[in-house]
Nanobody, 128 residues
Framework: QVQLVESGGGVVQAAGSLRLSCVGSGRTFRRSTMGWFRHAPGKEREFVAVSRWKDYSSYYADSVKGRFTISRDSAKNTLYLQMNSLKPEDTAVYYC?????????????????????WGQGTQVTVSS
């Protein structure tokens, strides 16, 4: 059974930091593109950051660029999201996701439907 399990969410004051983790089990994600998405009440699920499988290059949504950092430890089958300078508008449920195979360079990594595996989500609440 393939699983992604997120942890590290919580309540933090504005300008604070959190580090999210996503541990994979049931298969290796070494050749998967892995990403973070978030879903706030009343909004659609939105792309946050991605780590592409081929060279582990990373890309970010404009709203988090310069504040969030995505990284991965293939030996631990784990994806991370370091979130600094948090803002109230970052409040959401954060999900990690993984592709089922090694995608091509034109993989639509910003599109949630491109991912096969999803975690259950972890709540991040930023108070002002």
């Amino acid at each position: 059974q393939v699983q992604l399990v997120e942890s590290g969410g919580g309540v933090v004051q504005a300008a604070g930091s959190l580090r999210l983790s996503c541990v994979g089990s049931g298969r290796t994600f070494r050749r998967s593109t892995m990403g973070w998405f978030r879903h706030a009440p009343g909004k659609e699920r939105e792309f946050v950051a991605v780590s592409r499988w081929k060279d582990y290059s990373s890309y970010y949504a404009d709203s988090v660029k310069g504040r969030f950092t995505i990284s991965r430890d293939s030996a631990k089958n784990t994806l991370y999201l370091q979130m600094n300078s948090l803002k109230p508008e970052d409040t959401a449920v954060y999900y990690c996701a993984a592709s089922s195979s090694a995608p091509d360079d034109d993989y639509p990594y910003r599109n949630p439907s491109a991912y096969t595996y999803w975690g259950q989500g972890t709540q991040v609440t930023v108070s002002s």
